[in-house]
């Protein structure tokens, strides 16, 4: 249980150097989209490629090309995907979340907080993080598709056209 013999342990430092180096050079290659922030299929090929690194080191059942190849897979699905997101409106909207108007003219929508389910404290957490004191100077609060909130202050707002893809934004 504690440990098995020194060329197990050998076994995983020279595969996990490999490893890493190959998932490195593939992300690489694969193109910033890949380091961009997450949306839902991003997360899960993320948390994909880290189980695949985990069962490459730990699993002498898995040859590093099986492993390697793996890694391929992944990051091919994930730039195919990628592209078609950019080239099709309709698989876009099934892929990734759309924005999220919580907060606009310095009233917070409830029913729009319920719908993402997201409190009240977190949007006055993200309106304080915007350096705004009051909810009046805020224009809008908007959740990104990437989970984070944007605050924008009647300040900053000028024609509003950033908002003009959220839904319910009525300037």
């Known amino acids: ?85 950019r080239w099709s409106r309709r698989f876009r909207r099934t892929v990734t979340a759309r924005p999220a108007l919580l907060l606009q003219s310095g009233v917070i929508d409830d029913e729009e907080l319920r719908r993402n389910r997201v409190t009240r404290d977190d949007v006055l957490q993200a309106v304080r993080q915007g350096g705004q004191g009051d909810l009046t100077g805020v224009a809008a609060v908007v959740l990104e598709n990437d989970g984070t909130m944007s605050v924008i202050a009647q300040s900053d707002l000028g024609g509003g056209s950033a908002l003009a893809g959220v839904p319910g934004w009525d300037r």
């Open 1 to 85: 249980m504690w440990f098995d013999s020194w060329s197990d342990i050998g076994r995983v430092v020279l595969v996990g150097v490999a490893a890493y180096v190959a998932l490195v050079g593939l992300i690489r290659v694969s193109g910033k989209r890949a380091l961009a922030q997450m949306n839902a299929f991003d997360l899960v090929v993320t948390v994909a490629l880290g189980s695949t690194l985990a069962t490459i080191l730990l699993t002498s059942d898995v040859a590093f090309a099986e492993g390697v190849t793996a890694f391929v897979v992944l990051l091919v699905l994930q730039v195919i995907v990628a592209l078609a997101v």
